[in-house]
C-alpha cells in the first residue's frame, strides 16, 4: 500500500518506487516532486530487518552482504556503523560487504566511506533496482534507523551488530571501538609544532554543541591544564588558541588532526568517536543522550553529562530556550570535573 509523505519519512526502514527501486527515505526530502507512490520495502524478496520482525544468522555460510540504506546520513553514526560490520567481518572474513547508501549524504560522509571502502567492500548510491536474490547473498534493511525504537535503548554499536542479526554480546569489547580507523590513509598535518590539545566545540545541531559563549573559557581551562596549544574548528577569542578550520578541508584531514592530538575535549560524537578509535583521551558532553549509549566501551573517554532530562532524546533544537539551558550547565561545571 502506497505511504502518505509523513509515512513515507518516517518509514522504519527502506522504500520502495513503483518501478521497483529501492529508495531512501531521507532522499525523499531532496526531491522537487511529491513523495507519493512509494511503499515500505519491508521483508519482501528476502530482505531482513530487525525493526520489523528479530532475527538472528549465521554468517558462515554467507558470501555477500547487501546492506540496504546502512549505516546512517552522519558522520557519528556513520563511523560505528562501520565498526559493526567490520567486527563482524573479523569473525567472518570469507563476507563481502555491499552497502547501498542515500545518495543525498553529505560530502564529507561520503567521504568517511571512501576512506573506508578498501576495509569495507562496494558503496553504492541509491535508488537501485531491486533484483532477484542470488545464493549466498544475504540482504539486510537498516534505513531510517533514527525511528528505530532500540535505536534510543542500546548502545550504538549494539544497536548496529543487532540490526546486523548479530548478538551483540557475542562482539568482544575492543571491536567495538573503532580501531578500523588506524588502518585507512591519511594525510600528513604537521602545521603545528608539537603537542596540542584539540577542542572541537560544534556538534550536528546547537542543542548538542558547546554554546559559544563557553568557548573562550574551556580553550583557557585547556591551556591552564596542559599549557599546550589549542587547536579547533571554528573561531574563538583565545591567545593559544589555533582555527583549524583552513586546514581540515576534508574528512580525512578532520580524523588526522583529532589522531595527532594529545586531547580531546567535545560535545561532537563524531569527534569522541574517531578519537576512541585512536585511544584518544578525551572529555566527552553530553547534553540530550545518556553517555553509555554512545562511550561504554571507550575506557579511555571521560564523559560529562550535564544532566538536562528537559531535553532527554532531543535530536536537533535552536531554540533561545534550550541553548538557554545548557548555558547554564554549562557555567555550573567547575574547571576540575573537565578532564580525566
Known sequence: MPLDDVSAISNLGSLLSLDGKIVAPYDLEF??????????????????NAALAAFRLDYAFISQVIVINGMGVTLGDSIVGITALLAIKANFPNISFKIFRPRHTAKFVKQLYELASPLLGTIVDLPVKL??????????????????????????????????????????AERKRNQWLKGISLPNTQVINGEY????PTASTPVRSIPVSQRARLAEALWQHFRLPVAGFGAIDHAHYIDLTPRSPDTAHFIAWIKGARYVVTPDTAALHIAAGFDIPTTAFFTTIAPDLRVRDYPHCHSIDLSLPQLAGIHASNRTKDIELIERAYNALSADRFFM
Open 31 to 48: 526531491s522537487n516532486g511529491p513523495m507519493t507512490g512509494y511503499r515500505a520495502l519491508g521483508l519482501s524478496n528476502g530482505v531482513f
Open 131 to 172: 533484483y532477484p536474490l542470488a545464493q549466498g547473498e544475504l540482504r539486510i534493511d537498516i534505513g531510517n534507523h533514527l525511528f528505530w525504537p532500540k535505536f534510543a535503548e542500546l548502545p550504538m554499536i549494539d544497536f548496529f551488530i543487532d540490526a546486523m542479526g548479530i548478538t551483540p554480546q557475542s562482539i568482544s
Open 197 to 200: 590539545v584539540l577542542l572541537c
